[in-house]
């Protein structure tokens, strides 16, 4: 897909966020200061039309791989039965590579343009982008609770079984992709504790580290080249 110059030297910006860590909150913002869009909900539904799927079904293959299963069994059944029990097409032959495939075509496409996005493995999908930079705000059990209780107004029983259920899907999801554990500090270039300092903080941070590694590795004349190796080696 071609770019023009000036939609290459616009921001990237990956940010990896467990359940309680203000992802939700400072991603928005961080996309309002550097004037990109923010990209989170927007990526199902570039998949659902790309697999012309329900948005509904390309959100819940975000889901455990159980639920991945029982949903495009559910979706591709009436094809099936049509046709005698025989699979129709790649897609069916292979759901989650087709939904791999088509996620990661979508985060390339926002990545062109330029975009902070939330989650969905961007910091491994998006590697190789010169200039992006890769974020994770992480923070122990107890503060992200604390911290979620704080944010959505929910008690703390509700809390636990929402974050055990984000935690196991994040998770498994890079896990079963990827290989690759999303808590891993070596696949990110700034790795923040949210739940210690304010989100106000975090963005300043953010914002920083995004001015001082362009300051560091643009050349004359051209955008910010990624120095230092790939923060994320291996297979994820």
Request: charged fraction near 25%; include cysteine.
């Amino acid at each position: 897909m071609a770019t023009d110059p000036a939609a290459a030297r616009r921001p990237v910006v990956t940010i990896s966020a467990p359940y309680g860590t203000g992802g939700s909150v400072i991603g928005p913002r961080l996309a309002e200061r550097l004037e990109v869009p923010f990209v989170d909900r927007a990526i199902p539904v570039s998949v659902s039309r790309r697999l012309d799927i329900p948005v509904e079904d390309a959100v819940g293959h975000e889901e455990s791989p159980q639920d991945r299963l029982t949903r495009w069994a559910a979706y591709f059944a009436p094809a099936v039965q049509l046709f005698g029990g025989m699979a129709i097409g790649e897609q069916a032959l292979h759901p989650d590579q087709a939904f791999r495939d088509a996620t990661e075509e979508a985060l390339r496409e926002h990545a062109a343009a330029g975009a902070v996005i939330l989650g969905r493995a961007g910091a491994i999908v998006l590697r190789d982008v010169p200039g992006a930079l890769h974020v994770r705000l992480s923070g122990t059990r107890d503060r992200r609770l604390q911290i979620a209780m704080q944010l959505l107004g929910s008690d703390r029983e509700t809390a636990e079984r929402e974050m055990h259920a984000s935690d196991l899907a994040r998770e498994t999801y890079v896990k079963d992709w990827y290989r690759a554990d999303p808590a891993d500090p070596t696949l990110y270039h700034l790795v923040i504790d949210s739940t210690r300092l304010p989100m106000g903080c975090c963005l300043e941070l953010i914002l920083t580290a995004i001015s001082s590694a362009a300051r560091a590795t643009s050349g004359p004349g051209g955008p910010p080249r990624q120095t230092g190796g790939d923060p994320g080696s291996g297979s994820a």
